[in-house]
């Protein structure tokens, strides 16, 4: 009998199957869902369906005509947005399925086969097995979940599985969660937004989390084709003597780019600076391969560039001047910034317009959950910032404030002409963070600075950034993501004058630039990823005006023409792991550049002098003048020799369309921009690097050596005696010529243990030259000649020593060569007159410069239930009182030349700072 029912099932399935749909209908459907559209088809012919009810609620609503078409097409049209096939049990009956597909034929020789993965594309390679929950003898629940839906073309042995790893309670991203595929050698890791993506074998998977601080999970996943799974984990709450984080601890030998930093911003507080001011940016001045042209002087020097070749970004808007008051303090509320990383070799190419580095800074989400905040107190400055919940766990607000309450600084130099002095600055920065959905957010930051300063009686500088950037970032499936940006900045300055006679005057100067930018992001798999997109930017110069201050002046007022420029650019590119020893980062970016009327532009006669403008061309308002373009290569590739060595090797090439025009030794804030033009060519420059990293006992210690090489083109530099402010003819004041630098920086830096820290040495050189057939154009006979800013040899130690888990000690010390310098070497008399006979540019140098600083850093108790956490900095900056000079000047006095040399800080400076979170 179980025979004879055993042969009647068959030939019933093959009668079924041999039948074909031949049933044709005309339908519409209006905005329905899947359950109304399939009981219009069975009101409408023999058909009835049979399916689970709960598995039709994900299904989109369906709108549509069909006109005498296939019942089975139209259900397969049905499910073609869902994870639900369907199955033709009879002539009259359609079973729906949830991600499977029911088999009524098996593939030829299948009961020959091997053991081996059948490749047939008509069978399901695993056999479907137990469903339900269970729970492991640790007492993990294991919980099953179905992903993606089968088909039957173009059949894969291997899916990719995605999603993001969450705290349960919070909802925020785990980072560094292992996931382990048990029995099958597969794993990932999830990345700083709690994103993983792995490749799992088609059918039944085990996969395994484990984090510190996070319970271990293990999910059953049976996956069918390419799917995403959100995974949300809870806190682990055991109490440990001591928690150690492990963090990208190789991420120095198995990333592909070469000449990347990350600065932890947490430990920067351990680091003793300047009247105990908490500084990411100071602390990238440790760094190989990153320096300044002196203590107070603005910008940085990266890796033998100029001040004007950084592009600083926070929340991806520009900060034309990240500093207050010379440089001595950071513009930037060091609460409010989450992450710091510094591109200084291979710049991604979805950035442009600076051809040294990077600064990418993001400032902090604020805390969706809770009221709370961090804020300090200092002899000089107060900061706080604070995070509010707007919607519980969907989206916050976070406002900081930062500002000096005392010039206590100036009234205590020793310098007579200084003491009357002012300086007070502060910066506001607020950030807005709204989750939308899983797949949608947006952000929104605004930042504004503002100094004012004055070191003589008569005279009020004031310089302030303004910056506001909007954000919406869209997943748009488990491949494809994506950005959308708006940014506007501003920077300016002015100085007021009041003098003795009646030449009282205002001036002031500014640039905004608003860009918008496209950024896509294409996971195709894990080997292989992509970034792709176009940004443009327009700029706006007002290069200066001048008017009289009061009615007695007798200044005229002037006003320099307004430049306008857009720069535009599209850029692809992808990570390519070629194997797991080889991988390869590659990019282009094409630029163009155009500057835009209302504009006058000079024709000259070489050389350039307002007697040799042959004629003089005019721009309507947004009519192109003149045009720039250029594709720009980024490559750099990564092999490993071992587990924990590597070797990388990287060329860079890049344009930069705006300059700063300076006839100061080091950068300041009244530098102006100028943006390229008829007669100003864009800078470029080509970086070839080459280096070996290496980790030590268990990732505890980072070895790296790196070497590198630029050339330089179009290097703007100026005529002696040049100026550059408030000239309307600024172009026949400065040079263009070529430079080129080369260095190599090692770095050794030890991650654990009671003592940390790292020790950096930098040997790099940096030169200029300036040649023309015309003499006045050439500058130390058309040779190469050191920069403002070379200096051979750079060392810098930052240790940290944990006495207890309260108490530490940390120090900071800095060696540098002298920066270059002109002196006078002699005196020549022309026409009964006495001049001053100087050196060729630069072929002198200053002392050299080294600092010791020493801090040491008490911790409150670590009592969970506290209102705040405390931390107090008690710091010497310059221990050893070494008078370092900032600059080297000459007067005239008496008929005789005399030298003098100005220091900023020549005295140790002791601080306590206060900080306390709460």
Do not use: C
């Not at 930017?537 to 001048?546: A, F, M, N, Q």
């Not at 403002?788 to 940390?810: C, E, G, M, Q, W």
């Not at 900023?904 to 002791?910: G, R």
């Amino acid at each position: 009998m179980r025979v004879f029912l055993v042969i009647i099932l068959f030939l019933n399935v093959y009668w079924v199957s041999a039948q074909k749909d031949t049933k044709r209908i005309t339908i519409t459907f209006d905005n329905v869902t899947i359950e109304e559209a399939l009981h219009q088809i069975e009101a409408i012919t023999s058909f009835r369906f049979y399916y689970v009810r709960a598995w039709l609620d994900d299904v989109p609503l369906i709108s549509g005509t069909y006109t005498d078409v296939l019942v089975t097409t139209i259900v397969e049209q049905l499910l073609k947005r869902s994870i639900l096939n369907y199955y033709v049990l009879t002539e009259k009956e359609i079973v729906l399925t949830r991600n499977t597909i029911i088999y009524d034929k098996l593939p030829d020789h299948f009961f020959n086969r091997s053991k081996e993965v059948v490749k047939d594309s008509t069978i399901a390679i695993n056999p479907l097995f137990y469903l339900g929950n269970e729970t492991s003898k640790k007492k993990i629940i294991i919980k099953t979940y179905r992903i993606g839906k089968e088909v039957k073309k173009d059949r894969k042995e291997y899916y990719t599985l995605t999603g993001y790893v969450k705290y349960l309670r919070t909802g925020k991203p785990i980072s560094n969660v292992a996931l382990i595929v048990k029995g099958k050698n597969i794993g990932a890791e999830t990345n700083a937004k709690g994103f993983y993506s792995i490749e799992l074998p088609v059918g039944l998977n085990y996969i395994e989390t484990s984090s510190l601080g996070v319970e271990d999970s293990r999910q059953r996943v049976i996956i069918y084709n390419d799917g995403q799974l959100d995974l949300y984990l809870s806190e682990s709450l055991e109490a440990l003597e001591e928690v150690l984080i492990k963090t990208n601890a190789d991420k120095n030998v198995k990333e592909v780019t070469t000449g990347t930093e990350e600065i932890d911003v947490e430990e920067s507080k351990n680091i003793p600076l300047v009247l105990g001011e908490r500084d990411v940016l100071k602390v990238a001045t440790t760094l190989p391969g990153i320096t300044t042209s002196g203590e107070g002087a603005s910008g940085y020097n990266v890796r033998g560039g100029k001040a004007d070749q950084n592009l600083t970004l926070l929340d991806d808007g520009v900060i034309y001047n990240p500093q207050h008051f010379f440089g001595i303090f950071s513009a930037l509320n060091p609460f409010a910034v989450g992450s710091v990383n510094i591109y200084k070799g291979s710049i991604p190419a979805e950035y442009g317009g600076r051809l040294s580095s990077v600064f990418n800074l993001k400032t902090k989400n604020g805390n969706t959950e809770k009221f709370s905040g961090e804020a300090s107190i200092g002899p000089v400055t107060g900061n706080i910032a604070i995070e509010i919940p707007v919607i519980k766990n969907k989206s916050s607000l976070m406002i900081g404030g930062r500002g000096t309450y005392s010039d206590w600084i100036l009234k205590s130099l020793d310098e007579e002409k200084l003491k009357n002095s002012k300086a007070s600055f502060y910066d506001l920065i607020a950030k807005y963070h709204y989750k939308i959905n899983d797949d949608n957010n947006i952000q929104a930051t605004g930042y504004y600075s503002s100094d004012v300063f004055s070191v003589t009686s008569d005279s009020l500088f004031n310089y302030s950034n303004r910056l506001l950037s909007l954000k919406w970032n869209h997943r748009f499936n488990d491949k494809n993501s994506g950005s959308l940006l708006l940014t506007n900045s501003k920077y300016n300055f002015g100085i007021k004058y009041e003098g003795k006679s009646n030449n009282d005057f205002e001036l002031g100067y500014d640039i905004n630039e608003t860009e918008l930018k496209l950024k896509m992001n294409y996971l195709y798999s894990s080997k292989y990823k992509f970034n792709y997109g176009f940004s443009s930017k327009l700029y706006e110069v007002h290069p200066g005006s001048i008017k009289p201050k009061g009615a007695k002046s007798i200044t005229e007022s002037l006003a320099i023409p307004k430049e306008r420029a857009l720069e535009s650019a599209v850029f692809v590119e992808g990570k390519f792991d070629i194997s797991k020893k080889l991988s390869f980062n590659l990019g282009i970016r094409y630029s163009l550049y155009a500057v835009l009327g209302e504009s006058e532009q000079r024709i000259y006669d070489n050389p350039k002098s307002e007697s040799t403008i042959k004629e003089t061309l005019s721009f309507d308002t947004n009519e192109v003048v003149k045009t720039y373009q250029s594709p720009e290569i980024r490559a750099s590739g990564r092999y490993l020799l071992a587990s924990d060595l590597s070797i990388k090797a990287g060329y860079n090439n890049s344009f930069q369309y705006i300059h700063t025009l300076t006839n100061n030794t080091t950068a300041s804030p009244t530098d102006i921009w100028k943006v390229s033009d008829i007669n100003i060519k864009p800078q470029q420059a080509s970086l070839y690097s080459l280096g070996v990293f290496k980790n030590l006992k268990d990732d505890i210690y980072e070895l790296s050596i790196e070497g590198y090489y630029k050339k330089i083109k179009n290097i703007l530099d100026y005529k002696v005696g040049s100026q550059l402010l408030l000239n309307k003819t600024v172009e026949t004041e400065v040079l263009q010529g070529l430079g080129k630098a080369y260095g190599v920086e090692f770095l050794i830096k030890k991650n654990k243990g009671k003592l940390n820290g790292w020790l950096g040495y930098t040997y790099s050189r940096s030169f200029t030259k300036l040649d023309s057939k015309f003499s006045e154009e050439r500058v130390n006979g058309g040779d190469y000649f050191p920069s403002n800013f070379d200096k051979p040899h750079d060392i810098s130690l930052v240790a940290n020593y944990k006495f207890t888990k309260r108490f530490s000690f940390s120090t900071n010390f800095v060696y540098q060569t002298g920066r270059p310098v002109t002196f006078p070497v002699g005196s020549y008399i022309l026409q009964r007159e006495k001049y001053v006979l100087y050196s060729d540019r630069n072929e002198f140098r200053i002392p050299d410069y080294y600092r010791l600083d020493i801090g040491f850093n008490i911790e409150g108790n670590h009592k969970k239930k506290k209102k705040a956490h405390s931390f107090w900095s008690i710091s010497v900056y310059n221990v050893l009182g070494r008078n370092n000079p900032f600059s080297v000047f000459f007067v005239t006095e008496e008929g005789e030349i005399k030298a003098y040399q100005s220091s900023v800080f020549s005295i140790p400076i002791p601080t306590i700072t206060y900080n306390f979170k709460f």
